[in-house]
């Protein structure tokens, strides 16, 4: 039996896909009322964790007790019957459903499994006290819902209470939450912790998926590390533990967390710029509305926001790979816009795409090819249209080691076979070896492990202290803070601010990412930010 206070358990939990062990073991027992944060670096194994908790996945071996019974999940619905509830990082609710049905959606059966025996038309009869029921929960956990809205028409953040709240309906003891604030903006980072730690003073217990290390501080009663599919330990959120401590347990090593930034100030040279770019899609609606901005050398401008507000069309756009309509693109003075990718590259512009399977790599193709692709016509790697085989093969060999790209056996595999930050690190040394002077990056540390991130950081800050104009796109806002010179945010496919990255706070930046402020043209304007600059001068001397 396991202890009374114990709400869930798992014992030597395995689960393996083939001959991949995924979760090796895992003992580790949850207390009722508790928040347990589960960290770990991409791919440690935490969602699979999770899905065996909530019937999703089912163990290979091993044991899950819930409130010290041994028990066997099929399904979710059986986790649910039992109090387990889950939110999964993107959301499952229907659009075009109002917040009251997407809410009750799907939860007929557990009702009649609670109230067994009862007939169907009862249910129709219920739904006025079905919605004083949700009523109640809204007012009760202050989840500032209409529950005739309309799911399309709602912020993400308000989704998610949706979600969370579809679980609480269900009278769910456990709440499972997997990356939630993966989708969110900085207040409703705050709003989301703030509700956790009031479900938990109501008696629930939670557990929460992440790896941002600061919001587990803010809420996590204890901590349990996961990495490569084994628990590490668990650790009491207190002084103790530090955010050092719990990057030391998720990498194995202890590992930098700040971005140490040069120090060098940006240059005044205007490298790239771009000008009322617009682009629409099909249906002729603006996806990108009248796009301006310059990068300088020595000056990394990041570009913060909510994904799916235009960041991706910006990259496609500013690569080549998408028609604009309008607008103008510059590099040095020269106009680039509707250029091909590979011109654009022998012009000196260098490319991390946003996605790096589809866009960047070939993953059947060795390492050795991957990291000349897109510059393989070009000398040294070939001349008079010959191949040289033998420098493309150096070539590799002395960027991997240069890159710290992580090899096992052999020493060209295909990129199939790397971890995603061994990929990155292949696109990383291919495009930054050519020493490009505009320099354009899109979510360049998604899906990297820690270690590798602070390699990339650093590469990208190399470039621009040797003078390349960057422009790294980020959803991960941290990451842009701490890399840029200068934020501009994106909202619904314009810019809505811009900012120096030393004058502007998490808030504010969210203020702006949700569309609540827009600074007018006048603002943004590039004379604005010379003159401002050269009154910041002034006042130093
Ligand atoms: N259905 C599956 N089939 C094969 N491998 C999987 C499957 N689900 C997860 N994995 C592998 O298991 C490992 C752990 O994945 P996951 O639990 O999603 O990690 P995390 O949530 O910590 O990022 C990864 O290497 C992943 O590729
Ligand atoms: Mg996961």
């Known amino acids: 039996m396991g202890d009374r206070n114990t709400i869930i358990e798992t014992r030597s939990l395995t689960r393996k896909f083939g001959d991949f062990t995924a979760n090796d073991r895992i003992s580790l027992a949850i207390k009722e009322g508790e928040i347990r944060a589960i960290i770990g670096e991409n791919g440690a194994g935490k969602s699979t964790l999770m899905n065996m ?11 899950l007790l819930y409130r010290g019974r041994e028990v066997s999940l099929k399904s979710p619905k059986d986790a649910i019957a039992l109090g387990i509830g889950m939110v999964h990082q993107h959301f499952k609710l229907s659009p075009s459903l109002t917040v009251y049905e997407n809410i009750v959606l799907g939860a007929e059966t557990v009702r009649t499994h609670a109230v067994l025996g009862r007939k169907i038309p009862g249910l129709l009869i219920d739904s006025r006290k079905e919605k004083e029921e949700i009523q109640e929960l809204i007012d009760r956990f202050d989840f500032n819902l209409n529950i005739t809205d309309k799911v399309a028409d709602i912020s993400v953040g308000a989704k998610q209470r949706v979600e969370i709240l579809k679980m609480l309906y269900r009278d769910v003891d456990l709440l499972i939450l997997d990356e939630p604030t993966a989708v969110l903006i900085p207040q409703e980072v705050d709003d989301l912790i703030e509700r956790l730690i009031a479900l938990k003073k109501s008696g629930k217990t939670i557990i929460i998926i992440t790896h941002k290390l600061n919001e587990v501080k803010m809420c996590a009663d204890n901590i349990s590390v996961i990495r490569a599919g084994q628990l590490i330990g668990t650790v009491p959120n207190d002084s103790s533990t530090t955010n050092e401590s719990l990057a030391e347990m998720m990498v194995g090593r202890q590992v930098l967390l700040r971005v140490n930034k040069s120090g060098k100030s940006a240059g005044e040279k205007v490298r790239f710029a771009v000008r009322n770019l617009t682009a629409v899609d099909s249906e002729n609606k603006k996806i990108l509305n009248n796009i301006s ?10 570009v913060a926001g909510v994904e799916g507000n235009g960041q991706t069309e910006l990259m496609l756009a500013l690569s080549g790979l998408m028609d604009v309509k309008e607008g103008s693109v510059t590099m040095e003075g020269e106009e680039i816009c509707g250029l091909w990718p590979d011109e654009l590259r022998k012009k000196g512009i260098g490319f991390i795409p946003e996605d790096r399977y589809q866009q960047g790599l070939c993953l059947e193709e060795k390492i050795s090819n991957n990291i000349i692709a897109g510059y393989h016509e070009l000398p040294p790697y070939c001349k008079k249209g010959i191949m040289n085989y033998r420098v493309i093969r150096e070539n590799s060999k002395k960027l991997v080691k240069e ?5 096992s056996a052999d020493a060209d595999p295909t990129v199939g ?3 995603g930050g061994n990929a990155q690190k292949v696109i990383i040394a291919r495009e930054f070896c050519r020493d490009p002077r505009v320099l354009l990056v899109s979510q360049p540390t998604r899906g990297v492990d820690i270690g590798a991130i602070e390699f990339i ?3 990208i800050l190399a470039m621009r202290d040797r003078g390349a104009a960057v422009m790294v796109i980020s959803s991960d806002l941290s990451e842009v803070v701490g890399l840029s010179d200068r ?13 120096r990255a030393d004058e502007v706070n998490f808030s504010e930046l969210g203020l702006y990412m949700s569309g609540v402020k827009h600074m007018s043209a006048e603002e943004m304007l590039p004379e604005k930010y010379a003159r401002e600059k050269e009154a910041a001068a002034n006042e130093r001397e």
């Open 403 to 407: 890159y710290d790209v992580r090899l």
């Open 487 to 499: 934020i501009i945010v994106m909202y619904h496919g314009e810019i809505t601010g811009c900012f």
């Open 417 to 419: 076979c790397l971890s």
């Open 457 to 459: 950081h650093n590469q």
């Open 293 to 302: 901005f310059e990068i300088h050398e020595n000056e990394v401008v990041g």
């Open 53 to 63: 908790l909530y019937g999703i996945l089912q163990p290979t071996s091993g044991q």
